[in-house]
Every structure is written in C-alpha cells, then in structure tokens.
C-alpha cells in the first residue's frame, strides 16, 4: 500500500514541493522517455526481457529499467516504465511493438470491433493490468526517498487514435475520419478510455505513484466540432472528466497536462480548464510567452527541445539558460518538451544537468 503523503513526505520531495506551488532554484528535474534505448543499461535488459510488452508486464524487469535512469543520473522524478497502450491491450485489443517501427493494433474500425472490447467494469481489465501496480510498489519501495514517482497513462483521445488507426500516423486520418462518420461511436470510446484509465490512474495513486501525468501527445491534430472548440470537445473535456474522477477518490492527487501540440492558447488553457496541478510544456511553445500568459502561481514543466539535446555544445548551454530565465522565481520543473530520443548522447544528457545544477 502506498505511503500516507505527509506534509514532511512532501517537504522531502522537490517535484511535490514544485507542485505545490514553491518555486526551486534550480528547479528539479526529468525527462520524458527517461528509460530507454539511448541508454545502454535499458538496451541490456531489454534484450534479456523478450519483447517490448513482456519488459512492461514483468514487475522486476520494469522496476529495473525505471531506476536505471535515476541510478545514473539522480533525476528528482522517476516515471513507471510502461506505455500508454497498454490500456487498449487490457480492453482485448491485439497490441504488438514492432522492431524499428512502432506499435501495430488491430484497427477498431467500425462498431463490431468496439463491441468486442472488455466493458469498463470488467474486472479482467485490472487482473490485465496487476503487473503495472506490482511495479508502481516495487519501485516506490526501492527509489531513494526524495525521490517522486509519476504513475501515468494517455489522454483518452491519443489512445482513441492508435485505437482506431492501428499505429502512430501524422494526419490521424482514420481516427478523424471515423469522428465524421460515427461521431456517436467516438464518444462511446472517449467514454469508456475516460472510465478505465480514471481507474488507472486511481490504482496507480494507490500503490505508491506520487503524481500522475496524461500524455495527449496528438493535441494538435483533432476532428472538426460543431461548436468550434475542438480542443476543449476533444480533449481537454475527456481530461477534464479523468482530472475529477481521480480527485473524487483521491482528493490531493497530483496531475500533470501535456497536450502536445495545443499552442500557446491550448497550454494557458490546460490548468483553468482541466483542473490539472501543472502543465507539461512541448517544444513549439515560447516558454517565456507563455509564463507571460498565464498567473504565476501556475506550475509548468517543460520544455528543451530534445533535438537540441542531441547538438549539445554552446546550443545546449543556452537552451538550458533560456528556460531557467523564464521560470526565475516560479514554479516549474525542468524537462524535455518531448521524448528523448534514441540517438541521443549521455554526454548531452550529463552536460545538461551540470549546466542546470550549476546554475544556483
Ligand atoms: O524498446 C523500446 O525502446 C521501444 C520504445 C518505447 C519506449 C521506451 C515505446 C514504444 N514506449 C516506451 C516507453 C514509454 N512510453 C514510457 C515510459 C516511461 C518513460 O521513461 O518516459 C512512456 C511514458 C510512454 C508513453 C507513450 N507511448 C506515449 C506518450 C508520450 C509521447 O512520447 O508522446 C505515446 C504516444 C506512446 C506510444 C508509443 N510507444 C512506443 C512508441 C515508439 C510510441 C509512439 C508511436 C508513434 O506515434 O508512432
């Protein structure tokens, strides 16, 4: 069972401290894709676990894989090694990841395949799903203290697009077009996602997750509304509903937004819309620009271009310095603005991190 979060707990933990409000200088930090193949260790016991979902559903391989970031670098926030599709694996959609490309479900495209899909109170949902808490305990019990936990999973309308397109695609062109043809049978999926991951995340909370993120990673790719606020019927309103169903049983959850691709506009509306404790900032927005939009009492994490990672040198340095000149004074936690990429160098990653914890 997870840890009672006493208020000396949170003193003790940057990233909780940051979420609630304090500005720390420097701020603490992590990266999304923390865990992965830039990192030789994860390549090792990836080879050892098998494929890419036996690593996520064996508790000791996943617990290692989460550590080995924090072990090498002493990150603040540690993430549960996972993905976002195991959601649509435990509804009884065929997920696989394949070598090189991605993963591969089996595209829902009509309503005879959304009817084959487990109901949100199936309880072989969460049996599915028992080796993510299993992790999610294993890791709280063997991350250093001051160290936070962040549980996660995807914003409905994200899954909703692997779901319907059977893969990652620039355009969303399948799950776009099946909002044109069957509106009725997109929200009875939006509505389900919203139900099972709610759950998810509640379970996650409960087995020792610290906070919660939502990845929308597809913000910036969504249907036409009748009403012109597709951002909001789309996916901050389904967000909106997860944000308080957790609350409802977890009152002081702690949840952070990244709606990738929102804008400027999309990310000011993230906290007052959704309720959310912080919001994830991606690499296309001006991070000065939109501290300047929004109240300063709003937590933000975010936002190096992991491409500038890659480059490293003089570019890196002032990446770096950018974003803490935005943030002076202000509670934000430092990150990439997306996934770190494979090809990236440790060097880069161990520059960035002097430059930032020699900043003070
Ligand atoms: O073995 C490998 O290295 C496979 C690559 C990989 C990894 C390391 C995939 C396949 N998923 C993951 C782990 C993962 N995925 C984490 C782990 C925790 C961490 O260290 O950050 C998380 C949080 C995710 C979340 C995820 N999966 C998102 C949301 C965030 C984002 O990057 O936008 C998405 C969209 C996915 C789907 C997915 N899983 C994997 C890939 C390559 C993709 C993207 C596919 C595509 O769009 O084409």
């Not at 707990?9 to 701020?27: D, H, K, N, Q």
């Not at 923390?34 to 390549?43: F, N, S, T």
């Not at 991605?102 to 199936?122: I, K, S, T, V, Y």
């Not at 500038?308 to 202000?330: C, S, W």
Request: glycine share 10%; net charge negative; with cysteine.
């Amino acid at each position: 069972m997870a840890e009672a979060k006493t208020a000396a707990t949170v003193a003790e933990r940057p990233v909780l401290r940051v979420l609630s409000g304090e500005a720390i200088s420097p701020p603490p930090a992590w990266m999304m894709r923390q865990a992965g193949r830039y990192l030789p260790e994860y390549r090792a016991t990836r080879a050892e676990a098998g494929s890419f979902l036996d690593l996520c559903y064996n508790p000791a391989f996943a617990t290692e894989v989460t550590l080995q970031p924090i072990r090498r670098f002493g990150f603040e926030a540690s993430i549960l090694f996972s993905d976002i599709l195991v959601i649509p694996h435990a509804l009884g959609q065929d997920v696989r990841f394949v070598e090189g490309e991605g993963p591969r479900l089996d595209a829902l495209e009509g309503r005879a395949q959304f009817e084959r899909l487990r109901e949100a109170g199936d309880p072989a949902i969460f049996s599915h799903l028992a080796p993510v808490f299993e992790a999610v305990e294993r890791i709280r019990g063997a991350l250093p203290h001051e160290t936070t936990l962040l549980g996660f999973c995807g914003a409905p309308w994200t899954v909703a697009s692997y779901m319907i397109g059977g893969r990652g695609t620039v355009d969303l062109a399948p799950a776009r077009a099946l909002a044109a043809a069957d509106p009725a049978l997109l929200d009875a999926l939006l509505d389900r996602l919203v139900a099972v991951q709610t759950e998810y995340l509640v379970r996650q909370l409960r087995a020792g997750a610290d906070v919660v993120q939502i990845f929308e990673s597809h913000a910036g790719v969504l249907p036409e509304s009748s009403d012109g606020d597709a951002l909001k019927r789309y996916s901050l309103g389904p967000i909106t509903r997860m944000v308080q169903g957790v609350r409802a049983q977890v009152p002081d959850a702690k949840i952070i937004v990244f709606a990738k691709g929102s804008g400027l506009e999309g990310h000011a509306r993230v906290v007052p819309e959704t309720g959310a404790s912080a919001v994830g900032v991606d690499w296309g927005v001006d991070l000065a620009a939109l501290r300047a939009r929004v109240p300063a009492s709003t937590v933000t994490q975010g936002n190096l271009h992991p491409e500038t990672l890659i480059e490293g040198g003089r570019a890196l340095d002032a990446a770096v310095d950018a974003i803490l000149a935005a943030t002076e004074g202000l509670p934000h936690i430092f990150n990439l603005g997306h996934g770190i990429t494979p090809q990236t160098p440790i060097a880069h990653v161990e520059q960035m991190l002097a430059r930032l914890r020699g900043s003070r």
